[in-house]
């Protein structure tokens, strides 16, 4: 039988497989089910012809369940698949229609935490390796598997774990742990994410809050704080910070081709979301050049003082804004902080404190690798049409893949862009399944030949 066929027909098995993942709860921000939910990926690794072994940091550290196969006809180029066991909490639970780990199948859809992310994407990555076993007793090229326990609460150790297993995590191309699939049924394939650095800043003025009427002797924190940030971003988005841009490179000819192709329709966005122009008046290409590659200086909140019902005349006592900057590639996030904490100093806000919660560096893999258009290729057939983002506008743990084991990244996958994912009613479709784990078995195929 042919392996795409196999995949057709073992459908079934794949399903089921996936909602036995489902039902194991594995909530790593609650370390709930994390040790038994890796016992059984090794399980289906191992019956689907794999052979897998868990690897550890220390104790407390989510382990990484490790899955290697090597190639007979083709030793010399290994592919690996990043994906990750935990799953995001499943609260609040009474907005779920069936419980959160149930795994029910309602016609093209299969319901639960995980089901999509990123349990879905793993079960597509196993059974294509399956279909090739099966049908040709061999795979393309050699596969490993890292499938790690934290991504959903920030992949704090994967750094670590990548240092210390590089030989055994040795590959020539990473698929990533997800990638979407647009409205359209087509799927994307992101070659980048940005970074993110993640910081909080805070002013205490007096030791406690105060009648406002003595606003004129004590000074406000709000105001103070107001007065800070508002050194760090001009009005049309360009953030301040001295040297903040140094080391950025515009995007290369090959990129602007890419981004000029991307299907965006700002009308249907600014619907979306009740607005009625972008950032700096950005229209069209420019607001898509700007998701790929602009970075940021977001407020993600500001505490101070009275919010409550109707009105209260107090003088906080501090006041406490959180902000993210999204970086892109080739901004050091250690580098940015030492010029955050300098931009506020030189500007006289040494009584601003600084609290720093995540750095991490932006990561692109080339467009002209030969890599990308193995998976492309790969794609248009599995999916009949595809569409090549150069980054994806959020953050996630690629840099350190790029950085300690040179791997060119790519994300491509089976997630349905509105399969409220970390919402209730998370669902997986069964035909977007079907097609990736397709779309895995030509991938494989492609980077072994060439
Ligand atoms: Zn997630």
């Given amino acids: 039988m042919n392996v795409l066929k196999h995949v057709d027909a073992h459908m079934d098995d794949l399903?089921?497989?996936?909602?036995?993942?489902?039902?194991q709860p594995s909530v790593s921000a609650k370390n709930e089910g994390i040790e038994q939910c890796a016992k059984l990926v090794q399980k289906l690794l191992?019956?689907?012809?794999?052979?897998s072994e868990i690897l550890r940091l220390k104790k407390g550290v989510a382990p990484i369940v490790f899955a290697e196969i090597k190639s007979k006809s083709n030793p010399d180029k290994t592919l690996m698949f990043?994906?990750?066991?935990?799953?995001?909490?499943?609260?609040?639970?009474?907005l779920w229609d069936d419980p959160p780990f149930s795994g029910v199948r309602k016609g093209n859809k299969?319901?639960?935490?995980?089901?999509?992310?990123?349990?879905?994407?793993?079960?597509?990555?196993?059974?294509?390796?399956?279909?090739?076993?099966?049908?040709?007793?061999?795979?393309?090229?050699?596969?490993?598997?890292?499938?790690?326990?934290?991504?959903?609460?920030?992949?704090?150790?994967?750094?670590?774990?990548?240092?210390?297993?590089?030989?055994?995590?040795?590959?020539?191309?990473?698929?990533?742990?997800?990638?979407?699939?647009?409205?359209?049924?087509?799927?994307?394939?992101?070659?980048?994410?940005?970074?993110?650095?993640?910081?909080e800043l805070s002013v205490q003025e007096s030791i406690r809050d105060a009648h406002s009427s003595l606003a004129v002797l004590i000074k406000?924190?709000?105001?103070?704080?107001?007065?800070?940030?508002?050194?760090l971003r001009d009005s049309n988005g360009?953030?301040?910070?001295?040297?903040?841009?140094?080391?950025?490179?515009?995007?290369?000819?090959?990129d602007l081709k890419l981004i000029e192709k991307e299907p965006f329709d700002q009308n249907v966005f600014k619907k979306e979301f009740g607005i009625n122009s972008f950032v700096d008046n950005k229209k069209n290409l420019d607001a898509k050049k700007a998701l790929v590659g602009d970075a940021t200086c977001n407020i993600a909140?500001?505490?101070?003082?009275?919010?409550?019902?109707?009105?209260?005349?107090?003088?906080?006592?501090?006041?406490?804004?959180?902000?993210?900057?999204?970086l892109i590639p080739k901004m050091d996030p250690k580098k940015q902080v030492i010029r955050l904490k300098k931009h506020l100093k030189s500007h006289g806000f040494s009584d601003v404190k600084i609290k720093i919660f995540h750095g991490e560096a932006a990561a692109r893999t080339d467009s002209t690798h030969p890599f990308v258009s193995q998976v492309k290729t790969a794609a248009d057939k599995a999916f009949g049409k595809?569409?090549?983002?150069?980054?994806?506008?959020?953050?996630?743990?690629?840099?350190?893949?790029?950085?300690?084991?040179?791997?060119?990244?790519?994300?491509?996958?089976?997630?349905?862009m509105f399969s409220r994912i970390h919402s209730p009613n998370e669902f997986a479709r069964i035909d977007l399944l079907k097609k990736t784990t397709k779309c895995m078995c030509l991938i494989m195929e492609n980077f072994g030949k060439y």
Avoid at 46 to 51: A, Q, R
Avoid at 83 to 92: G, I, L, S
């Fill in 220 to 231: 406000n924190p709000a105001w103070r704080l107001v007065d800070a940030i508002k050194t």
């Fill in 238 to 254: 360009k953030i301040l910070i001295k040297d903040w841009y140094n080391e950025v490179t515009p995007f290369s000819k090959e």
């Fill in 15 to 23: 399903i089921s497989d996936l909602q036995k993942l489902i039902q």
């Fill in 110 to 199: 299969i319901f639960g935490r995980g089901s999509t992310d990123d349990k879905g994407e793993l079960i597509t990555r196993i059974k294509a390796v399956e279909s090739y076993l099966k049908t040709t007793g061999d795979v393309p090229c050699n596969i490993k598997f890292v499938i790690e326990g934290e991504e959903e609460t920030g992949s704090a150790h994967i750094e670590e774990y990548l240092k210390k297993y590089r030989k055994k995590f040795s590959n020539d191309g990473v698929i990533w742990e997800f990638g979407y699939v647009d409205a359209k049924n087509r799927p994307i394939i992101g070659l980048g994410m940005k970074g993110l650095l993640f910081v």
């Fill in 301 to 326: 909140g500001f505490v101070s003082g009275y919010t409550g019902d109707g009105a209260k005349t107090v003088l906080p006592g501090s006041a406490l804004v959180k902000i993210d900057f999204r």
């Fill in 46 to 51: 191992k019956s689907s012809g794999l052979k």
């Fill in 82 to 94: 990043y994906n990750h066991y935990d799953v995001q909490p499943a609260e609040p639970f009474d």
């Fill in 386 to 416: 595809s569409i090549l983002n150069v980054s994806n506008a959020g953050t996630g743990p690629m840099y350190p893949f790029v950085d300690i084991l040179k791997s060119p990244c790519i994300s491509i996958g089976s997630t349905y």
